[in-house]
């Protein structure tokens, strides 16, 4: 029997998503065969305005055999879509599609067929209208699952936030020691079971220098105690660190995973360092989800120039794990 296959849904479909898809597959080889949820219309268009050839093998739900899968051929699940244009504007007109796409991926997933699953990114401001902070909680949320984590994984460095796309306001309110328990461990779990080690780990404080002239000192009285229960616990761990200089290469040479408080304490950093050498993983879930480290990026549409690293080492990722 072949290797499990690794699914993708397009996600937005007036994003880059589909260029550096086509700039993927032209330029690297996989084991596992790669199978396409998305429209075969606006497919066609974008190969024809970006001047891309393969030959596409439609299939089904229903007929799906691994044994007839093969990456000579782009193996798509076609989702109907009445995009007439390659590129448009972003709006909530893509909603029902996209939503499509995804219930089309997980109904394959939960039938046991495969468990690896990549989507292009999506609009949060139009398609999740609030109802979530992100994509990872709107997926754990159709899994059912209460206790999941966002890691922009790269092998030399990793990095975790403690809330994600959360305002700035509301983020000291959501610092608990429960939460920083189950990060940490949904951390330690993945990297022993995907990786065969145990990732040594270190946790950044709230406050700049891990400070505050606030009567309230997070890192005092939340983040400090928490480091020293999962110590106890055999976690191997390490903090509260300034987020000013943990990343400074001295410093950041000596772990595998930073767990930072906010969004943007760790991954602004991450970003500097690594460009598009990461992708999103979602510890937490009964499969392995990841998406390219980057929005749809509207302005780059049909340009032809966006970079497609994020989504080689995603699908790498999957292909050896």
């Known amino acids: 029997m072949k290797n499990k296959p690794i699914l993708i849904v397009a996600g937005e479909p007036n994003s ?5 898809f086509f700039k993927t597959i032209k330029f ?8 396409l949820i998305c429209s075969k219309r606006l497919l066609k268009l974008q190969m024809t305005k970006l001047k891309f050839k393969k ?41 029902f599609y996209i939503k499509e796409c995804f219930e089309i991926a997980f109904k394959i997933i939960k039938s046991g067929v495969t468990d690896r699953f990549i989507n292009g990114p999506i609009s949060k401001k139009n398609f999740l209208n609030k109802k979530f902070l992100g994509i990872t909680e709107f997926i754990s949320n159709k899994f059912s699952i209460s206790k999941s984590a966002m890691l922009i994984y790269n092998k030399k460095l990793s990095v975790c936030p403690l809330t994600t796309h959360l305002p700035l306001k509301f983020v000291s309110k959501k610092i608990n ?17 995907n990786l065969g080690y145990e990732p040594k780990i270190a946790i950044l404080g709230l406050n700049p220098h891990c400070e505050t002239i606030d009567k309230i000192n997070e890192d005092e009285i939340i983040i400090k105690p928490s480091i020293k229960y999962l110590k106890k616990q055999g976690f191997n761990v390490h903090g509260p ?43 937490g879930l009964p499969f392995i989800r990841i998406s390219p480290d980057h929005g749809p990026n509207e302005s780059m549409l049909g340009k032809n120039n966006s970079n497609p690293l994020s989504l080689i080492k995603a699908i790498t990722f999957l292909d050896k794990n």
């Open 16 to 20: 880059i998503f589909l260029e550096i």
């Open 28 to 35: 690297t080889k996989f084991k596992n065969p790669i199978i």
């Open 55 to 95: 030959k596409i093998k439609l299939i089904t739900q229903s007929n799906l055999s691994l044994e007839t899968l093969d990456n000579k051929f782009i193996n798509l699940i076609n989702v109907d879509f009445s995009q007439t244009s390659a590129f448009e504007k972003i709006s909530n007109k893509s909603n």
């Open 177 to 193: 020691k429960k939460k920083i328990y189950e990060k940490i461990l949904l951390i330690n779990n993945f990297y022993n079971k």
């Open 241 to 283: 660190y300034s987020a000013d200089t943990i990343f400074l290469k001295n410093n950041r040479k000596k772990f595998n995973v930073i767990l930072g408080m906010y969004h943007d304490q760790v991954l602004t950093p991450i970003k500097t360092l690594f460009e598009y050498d990461a992708f999103n993983i979602t510890l």
